[in-house]
């Protein structure tokens, strides 16, 4: 999909290991592909463009290929949709409430499955052979060879090989991790490569021969939670964006690539309302379908507006890349497909068709499943510090929205880049440390609360000199708890 000949990408890399007996596999499989593929085949019929650039590694041909494999789907939605109707018939009132809604979910999802004869690339060979999307390799370590170990030619072929027999010879490739060799190049134009996602923040030697120059300054944008990795961001104009979009037909100065990085994850880890309810083996929690769905599509709005605002500044960028998380972590998981859906839908009436080349980056799915316990510790940690989402949200879209604005004002500009960062990491490192190590909330509040702290000040117009000012306000007192700085602003 070169961005001559459409405006709006999205991608989606499915990143799966070699094994066919992982549990997580098949839930992932279920909980989020196939209902991606369901939202997208339902877009193609309603007449909704899916400019659509999917990423699939060998690993996930060969066991998306398997009939066992595509069975063992089956056998767990029919066990899920199952479990939902005994809750509907016989559980208590708050689960009846929201088992019925799951039941039919799952049953709808292995009619999907049975339209598909089992056969779980073949949404991806009829939207290909449609050309409504793009199919290309994800070419990474897990794919082409051990880690650190050179791309060349034979250790290129075999995943190469294995995806033209799927779908036919690429038009594109997705690159991260390895190390790039002469003969990667050499490879990729061999088999007719046109263009290439290369993963800066995965290749830290991706400079070295790769024909890519240093994309201009830019900005990370969070309005939710980041888990599970660092937030890649840095505006030194060497860092960002984590991924490049390249044409090779282009010449090698000719900056076809992204220059803005936009990044949205864990939906699923968002203010999502729960039922409860108590069964012989203990509490069990359910997320809110209507909640998850009203969400889903809040932010899917939310970033068609930032990103309409965002091509009214000076600084205005070549190409936009999105990144939404795509993953099931112990929960069940529903938001995703809604998501994209609201976002494929709203983005022709958004204007952002016409505007410039948008290419939205999915990486699907990227974790195995948390255990029993942390999945709990999470889930009671995050009970308490609910009440943090919207404060966190509202203020992280209040410095975006200054940071385009001062674009005349260097340095509020780093002022207002410095407090954004600092926000975003210790949001990550905080849900990183609950997630892992199952900390209280009460400190995992105090470290965010600083940061918001320092942010609303920020936001009012008080200046900010040093760390130690930044926070000595906050830390002498817990009288900011409960909100009324910066939510009182919000809509103002």
Same mark, same amino acid.
């Given at each position: ?71 063992? $789907? ?111 190049? !050499?490879?990729? /134009? ?49 860092? +960002? ?19 803005? *990085?936009?990044?949205?994850?864990? *939906? ?49 960028? /070549? ?14 998981? $529903? ?31 990227? *974790? ?17 510090? !609910? ?26 500009? $780093?002022?207002?880049?410095?407090? +954004? ?17 199952? $900390? ?53």
């Amino acid at each position: 999909m070169r961005s001559g000949s459409q405006t709006f990408g999205l991608l989606l890399v499915a990143n799966l290991p070699l094994d066919p007996n992982a549990e997580w596999l098949v839930r992932c499989t279920a909980e989020s592909f196939l209902p991606t593929m369901d939202v997208l085949m339902n877009c193609q019929r309603d007449g909704v463009p899916t400019p659509l650039t999917l990423a699939v590694s060998a690993g996930a041909i060969e066991l998306w290929s398997r009939p066992e494999f595509s069975k063992a $789907v089956g056998t767990y939605l029919e066990d899920r949709a199952r479990s939902y109707a005994e809750a509907w018939q016989q559980g208590p009132t708050p689960l009846r409430l929201v088992a019925g809604w799951y039941e039919q979910r799952y049953r709808h999802l292995l009619s999907f499955l049975d339209s598909l004869g089992g056969d779980l690339l073949g949404p991806l060979r009829v939207m290909k052979k449609q050309n409504t999307i793009d199919v290309i390799p994800a070419l990474n370590d897990l794919a082409v060879g051990p880690a650190g170990a050179p791309w060349t030619a034979a250790a290129l072929g075999s995943p190469i090989g294995r995806f033209t027999d799927a779908f036919g010879a690429p038009k594109g490739a997705w690159l991260s991790g390895g190390r790039f060799s002469p003969e990667t190049d !050499q490879v990729l /134009d061999a088999h007719g490569v046109r263009y290439t996602f290369r993963d800066q923040a995965a290749n830290p030697n991706l400079g070295g021969g790769s024909r890519l120059r240093a994309s201009r300054s830019g900005i990370a944008y969070l309005p939710i939670h980041e888990v599970s990795e660092q937030p890649i961001w840095d505006t030194a104009t060497n860092m +960002l964006p984590s991924l490049c979009y390249r044409d090779r037909g282009a010449a090698p100065d000719a900056g076809s690539m992204s220059s803005t *990085l936009l990044l949205a994850s864990q *939906l699923h880890h968002t203010a999502l309302a729960y039922h409860q309810s108590r069964t012989e083996g203990g509490e069990r929690e359910l997320y809110d379908p209507m909640a998850a769905k009203l969400l889903a599509r809040r932010h899917a709005a939310h970033f068609a507006q930032f990103i309409r605002d965002s091509q009214t500044s000076d600084d205005r960028c /070549d190409h936009l890349t999105v990144s939404v998380r795509l993953e099931s972590l112990g929960a069940v998981w $529903v938001e995703g497909p809604w998501f994209l859906e609201s976002f494929l839908r709203n983005a022709p009436a958004a204007g952002l068709q016409q505007t410039l080349p948008l290419r939205v980056l999915s990486r699907f799915p990227a *974790l195995p499943l948390i255990d029993e316990h942390q999945t709990n510790e999470l889930r009671n940690n995050w009970r308490q510090t !609910q009440w943090l989402d919207a404060r966190l949200d509202s203020c992280t879209a209040q410095l975006v929205t200054a940071w385009h604005r001062e674009a005349k004002d260097p340095e509020r500009r $780093v002022a207002l880049t410095q407090v +954004l960062r600092e926000l975003t990491s210790a949001n990550h490192e905080t849900y990183r440390t609950m997630l892992v190590q199952g $900390v209280g909330a009460e400190h995992a509040g105090d470290q965010i609360q600083g940061h918001l702290s320092a942010a609303e000040r920020l936001l009012s117009g008080r200046k900010v000199s040093s760390d130690g000012a930044r926070y000595a306000a906050y830390w002498g007192s817990k009288s900011e708890w409960g909100g009324s700085g910066l939510l009182s602003r919000v809509g103002s």
